[in-house]
């Protein structure tokens, strides 16, 4: 089985940043994908980035292209999500997930670190 805890959450005004952090434990963590996902209340999840474990191939919603940048650790099983230019509709709680395959659903899910951008 693999868990991953996330951190790095917190409050900010807007404009400013934040890096999250994802770390798995376990088994032997050798996913296809590592990505976040996030949750605003009243909203269903969504998609923020994801990255290729191997070879660290990075996608992103067009929503935080440009702003956040999803980066991997393969030494220390860490995944990275540096948030800048944050805007207030950024505020959910974020999720760090991973998935053996290189189709289908995550297999794996962390409990979720809240971010909060301020106006």
């Known amino acids: 089985q693999v868990h991953l805890l996330e951190s790095g959450g917190g409050l900010v005004q807007a404009g400013g940043s934040l890096r999250l952090s994802c770390v798995a434990s376990?088994?032997?963590?050798?996913?296809?994908?590592v990505g976040w996902f996030r949750q605003a209340p009243g909203k269903e999840r969504e998609f923020v980035a994801q990255?290729?474990?191997?070879?660290?191939?990075?996608f992103y919603d067009d929503s935080v292209k440009g702003r956040f940048t999803i980066s991997r650790d393969n030494a220390k099983n860490t995944v990275f999500l540096q948030m800048s230019s944050l805007k207030p509709e950024d505020t959910a709680v974020y999720y760090c997930?991973?998935?053996?395959?290189?189709?289908?659903?995550?297999?794996?899910w962390g409990q979720g670190t809240q971010v909060t951008v301020s106006s």
């Open positions: 376990g088994r032997t963590f050798r996913p296809y994908f």
């Open positions: 990255i290729t474990w191997q070879n660290g191939l990075a």
């Open positions: 997930a991973a998935r053996d395959g290189a189709i289908g659903k995550f297999d794996y």
